[in-house]
């Protein structure tokens, strides 16, 4: 946990301890009641304060989330959607992360997952009960208290998913954990919820994904088009995850059909705290204070008792004494960003790198040498037989010109310059030559894949101030210019195959300006 000189001390009634962590909302702070209890304070960012429909969206999540029983999620405390930054207070939870556990101890066992499965499917009625939709379920999203499961997180989502940030690089959700219909843009309801559960599962029992892991683009892409790789799971446990994890939202299984899947055994199994280490809670804290601090110059020592951030709000005891100072790289990437044109999303650190993809060299240097080699072997050498076979010697000729066309258009695509194409929620890129450009979504007015099946194209319709500042020859096309030439001289497969991500990466980050048609 750190402390920061902007830190407020005070958040409605609560005093802040310090801050846990960032997510998509704001900050997330631990804080202290009135009476001394422990609540976890989730404040929005000032981009976010500013929209209305934000405001309004949020405030109705919040009325819903407090129907949802705190026996299964982080109840909510107190909130005020109303303030100069909204912000919202729930149960502060001790123990680590679904993720955290994994990560540190590895798979769990089938009794395990079981009991995980029916914890969190009591914990999906509740929060579907109460008129909400969760989605963004995930491993980090889970706290594993020593009385089971607890959802945390619900009803964010789809606060956030409705504001005008998300068409400049908010993303909401988890690629791995998304429903294909999430994906999509088509209708989202509570079967998107078991999607990810099923998916929460096969990380639970093997440490990885149902589609393994990569950039987000191949992560969108098997979700819509490929079958999970579920690991081997004890009946009835594997036809749960598989009919979870079905790509038709009707042939999944709500939460209760879940529990009657699972059967009475799981009444019978230990408690899931038992099968795992729970960290203790932490025994020493600041004390609660009700005054506001005096502006500092330096930055504010961590105190002794502190936590590590886990997903948007949870902790785990952790001692590290020494001073919080903000690291001089990230200085640096704030001044950049700072420096970027009008309309650029700030965030805190480096730019992600997003979903990149690169121009081939390798299968048009196979062609470009075999069809040298025959062009070669094809030229007649022999004057006699010019002389002797003269239709021979003349048909010989048009083939070696045929090679001859082939080794050029490839040897082309084999010492032209590499192209890079990312694109991440701050905007696309364009690197060639090793002179990167970024052109944030603002000025981006159309994305749409052009040309022929062979030889697709990504063309980009900008605005004037970009247009000439790209490291690409300027090949215009009805008023847009093409900027990566998708896995030309590839084999067939390997260019469905970049089409597809793509077109999943350019719907994930910028659906508003892809034209599919």
Known sequence: MTTHPQDPALVGPFAIQGRLGRGAMGAVYLARSPGGRLVAVKVVRDELAGDAAFRARFAREIEAARRVSGAFTAAVVDADPDAERPWLATEYLAGPTLQKEIEASGPLTPGGVRSLGGGLAEALMAIHAAGLVHRDLKPSNIVLTDNGPRVIDFGIARALEEVSLTATGVVVGTPGYLSPEQITGTAIGP?????????????????????????????????????????????????????????????????????????????????????????????????????????????????????????????????????????????????????????????????????????????????????????????????????????????????????????????????????????????????????????????????????????????????????????????PHHGGIRIYPIAHGATTNSRNRQLNELRAALNWYAGHLHDNS
């Open 191 to 475: 079967a998107s919820d078991m999607f990810a559960l099923g998916a929460v599962l096969v990380f639970a029992a093997s440490s990885r994904g149902p589609f393994a892991s990569g950039n987000q683009a191949s992560l969108l892409h098997r979700v819509l088009h490929d079958q999970p790789q579920i690991p081997s799971l004890p009946d009835p446990l594997q036809d749960v995850v598989r009919r979870c994890l079905a790509k038709d939202p009707a042939h999944r299984p709500t939460p209760r059909e879940l529990l009657d899947l699972l059967g009475g055994s799981t009444a019978m199994l230990p408690p899931l705290a038992q099968t795992i280490a729970l960290p203790l809670p932490p025994t020493k804290l600041l004390p609660p204070t009700d005054q506001q601090p005096q502006p500092q110059l330096q930055p504010q020592p961590q105190m002794q008792g502190q936590w590590q951030s886990q997903g948007q709000g949870q902790g785990q005891p952790h001692q590290q004494p020494e001073p919080h100072v903000q690291p001089q790289a990230q200085l640096q990437a704030q001044a950049q960003l700072q420096s970027q044109p009008p309309g650029f999303p700030q965030s805190q650190g480096a730019l992600p790198s997003g979903a990149a993809f690169t121009t081939s060299r390798g299968w048009p240097s196979a062609i470009a040498v075999i069809s040298t080699l025959l062009w070669l072997g094809f030229i007649p050498q022999d004057q006699q037989m010019k002389v002797q076979h003269p239709v021979a010697t003349a048909l010989f000729g048009l083939v070696s010109l045929v090679f001859l066309f082939f080794a050029i258009r490839n040897w082309y695509l084999v010492l032209r310059r590499r192209v890079v194409l990312r694109l991440s929620p701050h905007g696309l890129t364009i690197e060639r030559a090793g002179k990167p450009v970024t052109v944030p979504w603002t000025a981006i007015t159309r994305l749409r894949i052009t040309g022929d099946v062979r030889r697709p194209w990504l063309t980009a319709w900008l605005e004037t101030t970009y247009q000439g500042s790209l490291p690409v020859p300027h090949r």
